[in-house]
T-cell receptor, first 115, second 113 residues
């Protein structure tokens, strides 16, 4: 069993739709949760970063963490064609030790938003 | 700020040759991480370095792979005697310190022929 499982997609939605991206994880020691966006032939770009259960909102993006269920989600409202990319969830252990430096990624979900 | 710079962007090597991948972190960043991305897979951690120190190399293959981050100059990921299975995109990331978010470079795409 992989430590982090991500719905592989691909997802194809019309412009303006609400997109839901999800990951589950097995290691309850994960404390920090991130969502990255990766355009083709580019490096991942950090979108959202949170370390507690609950919701965190930034513009059209909302990150949701449920530690009791070991489940995280990213919601994109009013999706745009420019949101078309691969979305990667990532997580890490507590800060303060060398283990923080290591991120464990999901395999990514390819999203296409068509006009 | 130029961001995390990786070079070369594309590298082609024949089986058995050596590959050297370079990463210059963002200005002020002293922590460097290397990840590998195989086709259809997410990024896999390889190694975490600070200046002149390897902090965590738990993701590095035991043979043929090495990494360094000298006091001066870029971080280097070195792959000796490359094989076809080493073909992948290799990403470097840097951060200002422990507990800070990463900034990734655009990667080096290694093709072994």
């Amino acid at each position: 069993q992989k430590e982090v499982e991500q719905d592989p997609g691909p997802l194809s939605v019309p412009e303006g739709a609400i997109v839901s991206l999800n990951c589950t994880y097995s290691n309850s020691a994960f404390q920090y949760f991130m969502w990255y966006r990766q355009y083709s032939r580019k490096g991942p770009e950090l979108l959202m970063y949170t370390y507690s259960s609950g919701n965190k909102e930034d513009g059209r993006f909302t990150a949701q963490v449920d530690k009791s269920s070991k489940y995280i989600s990213l919601f994109i409202r009013d999706s745009q064609p420019s949101d078309s990319a691969t979305y990667l969830c990532a997580m890490s252990l507590n800060a303060g030790g060398t283990s923080y430096g290591k991120l464990t990624f999901g395999q990514g979900t390819i999203l296409t938003v068509h006009p | 700020n130029a961001g995390v710079m990786q070079n070369p962007r594309h590298l082609v090597r024949r089986r058995g040759q050596e590959a050297r991948l370079r990463c210059s972190p963002m200005k002020g960043h002293s922590h460097v991480y290397w990840y590998r991305q195989l086709p259809e897979e997410g990024l896999k951690f390889m190694v975490y370095l600070q200046k002149e120190n390897i902090i965590d190399e738990s993701g590095m293959p035991k043979e043929r792979f090495s990494a360094e981050f000298p006091k001066e100059g870029p971080s280097i990921l070195r792959i000796q005697q490359v094989v076809r299975g080493d073909s992948a995109a290799y990403f470097c990331a840097s951060s200002p310190g422990l507990g800070d978010g990463y900034t990734f470079g655009s990667g080096t795409r290694l093709t072994v022929v």
